[in-house]
């Protein structure tokens, strides 16, 4: 069925999501290396012309690309779009918070859609990334929309923490006990973890990871619940 989508001139966004499951193959999120090869591939056996992911969707359906190029440079500028469609800072983006960004996206791209349109865009968004299936998006799943080469945040799931474990640690690094972890406070975490965690973390990285993270602050304050969505794995 995938195969058969390929040599249409324009596709759905539905049809873009079973040729996306098909590419996939181990489900990461990504199409990479093997799997991207595979794509471009049956592309030019399917086209006379050799095509890339964007030729596979019309200009209007191509928001994950649009995302990519337009919006997020940078896992610094991920983590401030983040905490804009957060905005009930509850570590999720729900399905109409999900709405808004999808639909800011398009406008910064001159692209305008109606509310059904957009609903779709929104269900598929959900289809390709909750992997838990939740119905809302964390920032982790949320963060398959960068390139490999800038997420940090994969380099971040191998150093989580239980719940227990991260409020110790930041009751440590909270050095005056006011709450929040401010860039020194954090330049601190980071270095010994990168000690402790050579193999995940590169310690000259650390202005990168701090940048980054130091975006979902308040005014330079990273309170205990912005931290947890880099470093906590959970409530035990």
Not at 5 to 11: A, K, N, Y
Not at 102 to 115: F, G, H, Q, S, W
Not at 139 to 147: D, F, I, Q, S, Y
Not at 211 to 218: C, H, R, T, V
Request: glycine share 6%; hydrophobic share 35%; charged share 30%.
């Amino acid at each position: 069925m995938a195969e058969s989508h390929l040599q249409s001139p324009l596709i759905t966004a539905s049809q873009f999501f079973e040729i996306w499951l098909h590419f996939d193959a181990d489900g990461s999120g990504y199409l990479e290396g093997k799997e991207l090869q595979n794509l471009i591939q049956e592309l030019q056996q399917a086209r006379k012309k050799a095509g890339l992911l964007a030729h596979v969707l019309p200009t209007e359906e191509n928001f994950l690309l649009l995302f990519r190029c337009q919006q997020l440079k940078s896992c610094e500028e991920f983590m401030k779009t983040w905490r804009k469609y957060d905005t009930d800072h509850s570590g999720f983006i729900e399905t109409e918070e999900l709405k808004n960004f999808l639909k800011d996206l398009l406008e910064k791209a001159n692209k305008t859609v109606d509310d059904t349109k957009l609903a779709e865009y929104t269900d598929l968004m959900l289809k390709l990334f909750d992997s838990n299936n939740d119905g809302k998006l964390e920032l982790t799943e949320m963060a398959r929309l960068l390139p490999v080469q800038e997420n940090f945040l994969l380099k971040f799931q191998g150093v989580k923490m239980c719940g227990k474990e991260f409020n110790k640690a930041f009751e440590l690094y909270d050095q005056d006990g006011n709450g929040y972890i401010d860039e020194h406070e954090l330049d601190a975490l980071l270095k010994d973890l990168c000690e402790k965690n050579k193999q995940d973390l590169d310690i000259n990285n650390i202005p990168t990871y701090k940048k980054s993270i130091m975006a979902l602050s308040d005014g330079g304050k990273l309170y205990r619940t912005d931290l947890a969505l880099i470093l906590c794995a959970g409530d035990n």
